[in-house]
């Protein structure tokens, strides 16, 4: 019996079409969740006693909690462009935080950066951000130029000092102004779920940035004196319910086992302005100090990751290449990925740290390096920080013990200062004396990493400079 030449080829299409839909369902459905000045010990499964968070605790119980998972900045923007790009501020050309200002109108995330985004659409992803962007607001700089599909959100922080920083975009288009900023974290997981309904037949990626729980401290009015804490602790329960509802979104479309949950935090607790708890760690927000770099972190496939606590030094960059690696996308050549792949370490629940060396720069000024369990504080003045972190009768501190050491961290340090994080993470106690060894290998590592990455007054040779003068100055 003869087939038809015009038949054999449906049934070619066909099979094309059935094989690439068994593949694209292979891949997984990716989710960050990005919370906003959330610190280490604002969580009750951080150990956290005046609030209450049932859905994020979940979450932990079905994945992996870490316990020392660090980002690349303490401060919003150079966070969220190490996240997206796998690299450094310094090396992405995002080193301070983006402000509406005349200065900072051509200042965005280059056009030239490759984000998770750009690689898993190239995948056949759907990709959408949701929420903050903070990475630049003029044309060039916008989430839909740097891979995602879709953009629902605020351009960066909620606020009534200027008339765009209050309104709601869409694409690049504002499509409400004045908006409420209690009605936010309801809307924006309305259109998560929204978009995971739309997309529960092919891989999405789904980038959700929370202005939760960054200022103003306004939760909405169901969960005010929710909390045994502050209104912060409730604005943080409100944060978990909402949490909650997405995570109940994907068990009810039964996608949960096909998609990863990552739930971070941009930087440590903003706790000189607002409050928060970085619980065992020294420092907050806008320091080089663990309670500004070390965050809570929580990854979550169920069925394909280890469960449990994992105690491993990671880094915010190791997201773009795992998931890279994970959705079968190519790393770029031309240029230096600092994150690594971390797949089995989520596998397994076990490995050592890939990162040999990993460096703690406060705007364009590299105050700290890591290896291991050593820390070293480097020698800085006030003149060297940038604008957020200023004080110019600022004494340099020259002690050995930092139990008192304000919530800005070390704005003037006279002397390097050296930290075991094995038995110390609230960095509290100088060792320096007593390893003079690791001193002189990690201001050895210093001086080489100033001149690829660049510092004050130093230009790197892999360094992209913002479009603009004076980084540290706000004008």
Not at 135 to 145: A, K, S, V
Not at 273 to 285: I, V
Not at 430 to 439: I, T, Y
Request: one cysteine or more; aromatic letters at 10%; proline letters at 5%.
């Amino acid at each position: 019996m003869k087939i038809e030449f015009r038949n054999i080829s449906v049934l070619i299409v066909l099979l094309i079409s059935v094989i690439s839909t068994i593949h694209s369902q292979e891949k997984p459905n990716i989710i960050i969740l990005f919370a906003d000045d959330l610190g280490y010990g604002d969580l009750s499964c951080y150990g956290a006693q005046d609030v209450n968070t049932p859905n994020i605790d979940q979450l932990a119980k079905e994945g992996l909690r870490f316990t020392d998972f660090q980002v690349a900045s303490s401060v919003c923007s150079p966070s969220r462009a190490a996240l997206l790009t796998g690299r450094y501020p310094m090396r992405n050309g995002f080193p301070v935080a983006q402000g509406k200002i005349e200065k900072h109108k051509n200042y965005g995330l280059h056009p030239d950066e490759v984000t998770i985004a750009d690689l898993l659409v190239k995948q056949d992803y759907a990709t959408m951000a949701i929420g903050k962007w903070h990475l630049g607001f003029n044309e060039g700089h916008q989430p839909t130029d740097h891979g995602f599909q879709q953009h629902y959100g605020l351009q960066s922080n909620w606020h009534k000092s200027h008339p765009d920083l209050d309104d709601l975009y869409h694409n690049g288009k504002v499509i409400k102004e004045n908006v409420a900023f209690e009605t936010l974290i309801g809307d924006y997981t309305n259109k998560a779920i929204e978009y995971i309904e739309e997309n529960k037949e092919n891989p999405f990626f789904i980038y959700l940035a929370y202005h939760s729980v960054h200022s103003p401290i306004k939760p909405s009015k169901e969960f005010i004196g929710t909390s045994k804490g502050s209104l912060y602790g409730d604005y943080v329960q409100e944060l978990d319910y909402h949490v909650g509802r997405l995570t109940q979104a994907l068990a009810d479309k039964k996608l949960d086992e096909n998609t990863i949950v990552i739930f971070l935090s941009d930087n440590g607790p903003a706790i000189c302005h607002f409050g928060g708890s970085a619980g065992p760690l020294n420092g907050g927000k806008y320091t080089t100090m663990e309670g500004g770099f070390r965050i809570p972190a929580i990854i979550k496939w169920k069925g394909k990751f280890a469960i449990g606590v994992n105690d491993t030094f990671l880094s915010s960059m190791d997201v773009l290449p795992t998931l890279a690696s994970l959705a079968g996308a190519e790393l770029p050549k031309d240029r230096v990925i600092d994150g690594k792949d971390i797949t089995s370490i989520l596998k397994t629940g076990k490995g050592i740290s890939p990162h040999k060396y990993v460096y703690y720069y406060n705007g364009i000024n590299l105050q700290a390096i890591r290896k291991g369990p050593w820390k070293l504080h480097l020698p800085r003045t006030s003149a060297d920080q940038p604008f957020w972190s200023k004080n110019k009768n600022e004494k340099p501190f020259n002690g050995s013990n930092l139990k008192n050491i304000g919530c800005r961290g070390l704005i003037a340090l006279g002397r390097p200062l050296l930290f075991d994080l094995d038995h110390d993470m609230g960095e509290l106690t100088d060792v320096s004396n007593k390893h003079p060894e690791v001193v002189k290998e990690l201001l050895k590592e210093a001086e080489r990493v100033r001149k690829e990455l660049g510092d004050i007054d130093v230009i790197g040779t892999d360094q992209r400079v913002p479009p603009f003068e004076n980084i540290q100055e706000k004008n």
